[in-house]
């Protein structure tokens, strides 16, 4: 049996199983050498099924993080399809790929980082949290960046979205803002080293609210979104500017803050010892090690490519594991091969 994982999107990401096994998983951005590239990606899994020796006829059932495909038409299209209104609902399609019609299961964003987090870390049970800036768009009735999930025994055992926290929308506009990048997170938690803590009143003030759902009461930084056009301080419109770094510094303070937060309530609530974490926001190591440090958990597990890139992987698991009851493991080391 051969299973195809897709999504597209920043990050475009596929991947492949056969019998059980993981035997490709792929991000365009290594083939254009355009970080987090988008857009059409059909000759590309064209390219790699052929490399594994695989042909589009042997694929018999697909996988995404999405209930609208983007970057896969021509190759993959719709026959009929299901949108989801919430994000732990999962809806299953028939596709055509290469002119065969084929089952396909769309899950949602934060149930697919959830999935990847936790099958990838081979723990029996575990709470999983995810967070990144914003997730995707078809969940229609419920916007989610923040999820809290809870696994058992290969199977999702609860899922609930916590409302009013964005973690990765402020880091989305202040790497516009100071690197004209939106995706230059990363050059931004290096910039925090080089700050202090004179923004951090302020930025609290402005971006902290209390949560809404199951982790209530606790602070997380709220959906910026709306103030992408004009944020505070958005004249710091380079790294070399007097406020950039203290900016900087107070987004990294109010990240660690809100997640050491909400991973103490997941704690309190779940009791479980093992930590799983994924999404956008897993990526920044301080938070990370905060947890490590600032909470009870014994285990935290950060797998590689916890952003949006291992949302194939975690769709597929998610769809053979809670779907139809198949029962597959991963291993890291099968995923970094
Ligand atoms: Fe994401």
């Not at 990401?13 to 988008?38: M, T, Y």
């Not at 409302?163 to 910039?191: C, E, R, T």
């Not at 600032?294 to 291992?310: A, E, I, L, M």
Request: net charge negative; glycine share 8%; proline share 4%.
């Amino acid at each position: 049996m051969v299973v195809l994982g897709i999504c597209g999107g920043h990050d475009a990401n596929w991947c492949v199983f056969k019998d059980g096994k993981l035997i490709g998983a792929f991000e365009k951005e290594r083939f254009s050498r355009i970080r987090h590239d988008d857009g059409y990606i059909m000759d590309l899994v064209d390219e790699t099924l052929a490399k594994l020796g695989i042909k589009p006829e042997e694929v018999s059932l697909i996988a995404t993080s999405e209930a609208n495909f983007r970057g896969t038409d021509p190759g993959l299209e719709y026959i009929h399809k299901n949108l989801y209104d919430e994000p732990d609902q999962w809806t299953d399609m028939q596709v055509s790929f290469y002119g065969r019609t084929i089952p396909c299961f769309a899950v949602p964003h934060h149930l697919c980082h959830a999935a990847y987090s936790y099958y990838t870390s081979n723990k029996e049970e575990s709470a999983v949290l995810t967070w990144d800036g914003g997730g995707d768009f078809y969940t229609t009735n419920a916007y989610t960046s923040t999820s809290i999930s809870y696994w058992k025994n290969k199977k999702l055992v609860w899922f609930e979205r916590v409302g009013n926290s964005d973690m990765g929308s402020l880091w989305h506009i202040y790497s516009k803002v100071i690197f004209q990048n939106p995706f230059a997170a990363g050059k931004l938690m290096g910039l925090a080293a080089m700050g202090n803590d004179s923004l951090i009143p302020e930025f609290k003030k402005y971006a902290m609210r209390p949560v809404r759902g199951c982790l209530s009461p606790t602070y997380s930084i709220k959906n910026c979104w709306p103030d992408e056009d004009m944020p505070l301080y958005g004249t710091a419109n380079s790294w070399k500017h007097n406020d950039a770094a203290n900016i900087a510094y107070a987004i990294q303070n109010l990240t660690i803050e809100a997640g050491v937060g909400l991973a103490n309530k997941a704690f309190e609530i779940t009791n479980s010892n093992n930590l799983c974490i994924s999404g956008g926001c897993a990526l920044n190591g301080y938070l990370n090690t905060e947890i490590i440090k600032q909470t009870n958990f014994k285990d935290v597990v950060v797998p590689p490519s916890v952003h949006d890139g291992g949302l194939s992987i975690g769709a597929v698991m998610f769809t053979i594991n809670n779907i139809l009851d198949l029962f597959w493991s991963i291993r890291f080391w099968e995923i970094l091969l």
